[in-house]
């Protein structure tokens, strides 16, 4: 219901004023009114007030002077649309271990980096019903995530039953597949299943997210490293060259074209993979990709570690030669990178990434992120002049709503939208390190690197749930998210 107007509180400079009416509870469900909002969108920048009401934003507008249960002054501040990371992988088995955060500690991390919603990943083992899978990945969420989340599907077969799941798990919103060309006898697929899924989610709404390396040949360099005693983690590094992912992102071009689908590729990690797709999008291909931010800011560089200390840098694909870094950022520059996800898949240093101290086959493949992704390309991206302030909000959370089937509800401050909004400093220093971070593992591939720019609120469906550092919110208040068909960024 709409409040009576009254007359606001006056508000005192740049520090945040919060004004509550006697009877409310901070955690509670309420009106609340931002003052003085500087608003950075995607398009551009704006100077207004900002209702929210019932989870959603119900005015936007100068001067508003409308009584809420809860008034908050941003002035000095950012207000931007809540990020949205879509590649997360949340209480993930891995043999007899799992990934060291669930959905309760990972989500309670996305929201003091300020992410409001993340898509994670159900997965068909093999022998398993595509929907069980996504039955299983739901009871994991439901009644622990505290912002809201959605799902994508990974597949490993793809026969009449597979595909009868997939048609049935559609209509519940989840509209992305992804496919593995990696990690034989486990997780990949042939070309032949690719070709066919491709053409399923053509036909469908739907969109293949694939990852694009040649498995069959890391394979064999495994393989050889492994009889001449090379077990040490820096040849998982050694056993996945540049050449390995750039020959597959190269061959899922030709197969997205003969099925005439788009196709999206994630944690793209090399300058010769990207050319090859800035090569097919300028030949109107519709393919597209995400980075993340160890591809970014960690390069081999880093492998020179003492000790098992490079067992951090075990993700997959693995952290490249720094040259690469540029190259990416270019292409993050000229919308041949659309996105910028976590691929947050944490193993602790101790007692589960050391299962392989003897053989790097056996290292939990995988690394923390999801609590400094907004941070990290804020302060690396903004401040340093790489991209601008709509760029950073676009990649990191309108493009991810628009790609998937979120936008308008999510990625934008628009009356009508949900009121995921995060108010952003950005003059607040911090200093990222595995000491005081939310993250639910024991190091940070970021330790000790002071960024410049952090959250002072996040709000997520009208709910303010960080406030002060202190997480104010509650666990398993987040909803599924009821994706819509998958509409093209188009080739801009």
Known sequence: MRRSRKPLSTFVGSRVRISLSPQCKINSTMSILLKRCQIISAEDNSFADILIENEKITAIQPNLNIEAEKIIDANDFYVIPGGIDVHTHLDMPLGNIKSSDNFETGTIAAAFGGTTSILDFATQSRGMKIYN???????????????????????????????????????????????????????MVDNKTILNALEFARDNG???????????????????????????????????????????????INLAKQARSPIYIVHLSTADALNKIIEARKNQIPIYAETCPQYLFCSIDDLNKPGFENAKYVFTPPPREKWNQEKLWEGIQNNFIQIISTDHCPFNLVGQKEIGKNDFTKIPNGCPG???????????????????????????????????????????????????????????????????????????????????????????????????????????????????????????
């Not at 209509?171 to 060309?181: A, D, E, N, R």
């Not at 040649?214 to 056993?239: A, C, L, M, W």
């Not at 302030?389 to 628009?414: C, D, H, Q």
Request: net charge neutral; proline share 3%.
């Open 133 to 187: 899978a996504f039955e299983l990945w739901m009871k994991k969420a439901e009644g622990n995530s505290v912002i809201d989340f959605g799902f994508h599907m990974i597949v490993t077969s793809l026969n009449d039953d597979d595909l009868y799941d997939l048609k049935k798990i559609l209509q519940h919103g989840v509209t992305s597949i992804k496919l593995f060309m990696a990690y034989p006898g486990v997780l």
């Open 206 to 252: 739907a969109l293949i997210c694939l990852h694009a390396e040649d498995g069959n040949e890391i394979e064999k360099n495994i393989q050889r490293y492994i009889v001449n005693g090379n077990t040490g983690p820096e040849f998982h590094v050694s056993s996945r060259p540049a050449i390995t992912e750039s020959t597959a992102v190269e061959y899922a």
């Open 370 to 492: 999801i609590e400094n992704r907004i941070q990290l390309l804020f302060d690396e991206g903004v401040n340093k002049g790489r991209i601008s302030l709509n760029k950073w909000v676009e990649i990191i959370s309108t493009n991810p709503a628009k790609m998937f089937g979120l936008y308008p509800r999510k990625g934008t401050i628009e009356v009508g939208s949900d009121a995921d909004i995060v108010i952003w400093n950005p003059k607040k220093e911090n200093i990222i390190s595995a000491k005081t971070h939310h993250m639910a593992v024991d190091y940070n591939l970021y330790e000790g690197r002071k960024v410049i720019g952090d959250v002072e609120f996040v709000i997520s469906r009208g709910e303010v749930i960080i406030e002060n550092n202190k997480f104010v919110g509650k666990k398993g208040r987040g909803v599924f998210l009821k994706r819509n068909k998958i509409q093209s960024l188009g080739n801009k």
